[in-house]
């Protein structure tokens, strides 16, 4: 089935910590969209990827779009307090339907 | 600065009542959504419309319907609130495609 398994489910890290959460699936994906939730607002994206093989960065935030186009990864390095927060991944899969993972919550601790 | 904007952040009804929930985007985008979000689910979408009195039924529509009769306006409409309907709705718009853009989310609470 189209289903995205996000891991870790939740990191307790210390600032400056480097950071790797990934999503896999057993289908097949055209998009891999990496979004941030802060406490009590909506999620914002982050950085979205469109090509397999593709490594793109935002600031401190790099992903990647998987080989395989069936996993992709997020790496937060030198973590600073203001990451914390829910990360979701999101895939479009072939159907055209757009697919999220549940979230890994990250937690930075000074 | 791309702007979605949800009429109510907090709202408590009681079951049976009708529920509107409101969304307005200022960024002219041709595509609105509403997702529901549950801890352990993730985000699931109820409808979309990819234009003005257009709706497309999500992942999970039944007991949800909407309208759009503004480019700019999404209104989701419970018909008959139940507890299970109890969640976070979160509005979006996207441009083309689906990098979206949220608002900050109603939380619903159905008594």
């Known amino acids: 089935g189209q289903q995205l398994n996000q891991s870790p489910q939740s990191m307790f890290i210390q600032e400056g910590e480097d950071v790797s959460m990934n999503c896999t699936s057993s289908s097949i994906f055209n998009t891999w969209l990496w979004y941030k939730q802060d406490p009590g607002e909506g999620p914002v994206l982050l950085i979205a990827l469109y090509k397999a093989g593709e490594l793109t960065s935002n600031g401190r935030l790099t992903a990647q779009f998987g080989i395989t186009r069936k996993d992709s990864f997020l790496n937060i390095s030198a973590s600073i307090p203001s990451d914390v927060g829910i990360y979701f991944c999101?895939?479009?899969?072939?159907?055209?339907?757009?697919?999220f993972g549940t979230g890994t919550r990250l937690q930075v601790f000074p | 600065d791309v702007k979605v904007t949800q009429s109510s952040r907090y709202l408590v009804k009681r079951t049976g009542e009708k529920v509107f929930l409101e969304c307005v985007q200022d960024m002219d985008h041709e595509n609105m959504f509403w997702y529901r979000q549950d801890p352990g689910l993730g985000l699931r979408l109820i409808y979309f419309?990819?234009?003005?009195?257009?709706?497309e039924k999500g992942d999970i529509p039944e007991g949800y319907s909407v309208s759009r009769e503004k480019k700019e306006r999404f209104s989701l409409i419970l018909e008959s609130a139940s507890t299970n309907q109890t969640s976070m709705y979160l509005c979006?718009?996207?441009?083309?495609?689906?990098?979206?853009?949220f608002g900050e989310g109603s939380r619903l609470t159905v008594l």
């Open positions: 999101a895939g479009l899969h072939s159907t055209d339907k757009l697919i």
């Open positions: 979006a718009s996207s441009l083309v495609g689906w990098e979206l853009f």
């Open positions: 419309s990819y234009d003005v009195k257009m709706k």
